[in-house]
C-alpha cells in the first residue's frame, strides 16, 4: 500500500454544532485530496473589492478565514449541478484559477519512469511503466509532496498544470491545463456507464469521477470513447495498477492485468 492510499484510510471528516449556533467542521484528509481541495478554496477566496457608486474601490475587508469560509459554501452550492451532470466540475470552473500547478525535477521523474527494479511490483515488463511508489516525485505550489499515482489520478479530474524542471531547476516544459468531462458530454458517460464501472463495483454516477482510459497527457481525448465513470476506490486502483480498458457505445469493458494503461503518446502498454 502506498502513501496516498494509506493516508486515505484515515481520512476523515466531523462537525459539531456549538452554543454560538454556529458548526464547526474538522477534516483529516489526504495529501493528494486536500491538495485539490486547497487549491480550490485559494481560487474562490481571494479578496473581491467592491465598486461604489463613484467607481472607486473599496478594499474587501473579511478575513482570508472569512473568505474561506464564504468560497466552502459556494464549492457546495456549486456541486448540486455536478451531480446530475448538468454543470461543469468546480475546481477549474471559476475563471480557470484553480489549476494546480505541479513542479516535478526531471531527472527524478525519468528515473522513477523507468526504475527496472519497481517495475515488478505491476507485472510489467521491460518497457513497463512503474512510478506508482515512489513518494514526493511532484511538490504543489503549497510545498505538498505528490506520488506518481496521485499525480495521474488528479490529472483525470481536476486543472493539473505540470512543470518540467532541469538540473539547474530552469523549466523545461509547462504543460497546459487539461480539458475536462463536463456538461453535456459528463451526462453522455452517465447515461452510457449508468455506475461505476469497476467489475462489481454498484457505486451511483454521483460518486464518480469520470476517467480518461488513455490518459490525457499521453495523448488520449477528452471524449465519449476514451472515457469511463469509476468511484474513488476503483479510480485510485486504476491508476495504482495501470489497468486500461476497451470502451465501446454500450459499456465499459476493464482488463484487471496490470501495467496495460498507455503512459505516454503512442504507447499501448507492455504486451500482456
Known sequence: MRDEERQQACESVFWADLPSGLTRFVAELSSGHAAV?????????????????????????????????????????????????????????????????????????????????RLGQHGSGEDGFAPTYLPGIGRTTDGDH????????????????????GGESE????????????????????????????????RPPDWCDAHH????????????????????????????DLLTATVTTTGVTWDLTPGLMPTRPGHQGPAA
Request: proline residues 6%; positive net charge.
Open 37 to 117: 481541495v486547497k487549491h480550490a478554496l485559494r481560487a474562490l477566496s481571494a479578496p473581491a473589492p467592491t465598486v461604489t457608486d463613484n467607481d472607486a474601490q473599496e478594499r474587501d475587508l473579511r478575513s482570508p478565514a472569512k473568505r474561506r469560509a464564504y468560497a466552502l459554501v459556494r464549492l457546495v452550492e456549486t456541486s448540486a449541478g455536478v451531480l446530475d451532470g448538468t454543470a461543469p466540475r468546480p475546481v477549474g470552473e471559476f475563471g480557470g484559477t484553480a489549476k494546480i500547478l505541479v513542479t516535478m525535477d526531471y531527472n527524478t521523474l525519468y528515473e522513477g519512469l523507468w526504475d527496472a527494479g
Open 171 to 202: 523549466p523545461l516544459d509547462v504543460g497546459r491545463a487539461k480539458r475536462l468531462f463536463t456538461g453535456g458530454l459528463r451526462t453522455a458517460i452517465i447515461h452510457r456507464d449508468q455506475r461505476c464501472t469497476f467489475p462489481g463495483c454498484d
Open 213 to 240: 482510459v488513455i490518459p490525457w497527457w499521453a495523448g488520449g481525448q477528452t471524449n465519449l470513447s476514451n472515457a469511463a465513470l469509476l468511484c474513488a476506490r476503483h479510480h485510485t486502483i486504476v491508476h495504482r
Open 146 to 165: 505528490l506520488d506518481a499515482g496521485t499525480l495521474r489520478r488528479l490529472a483525470c479530474d481536476a486543472d493539473l498544470v505540470p512543470i518540467v524542471l
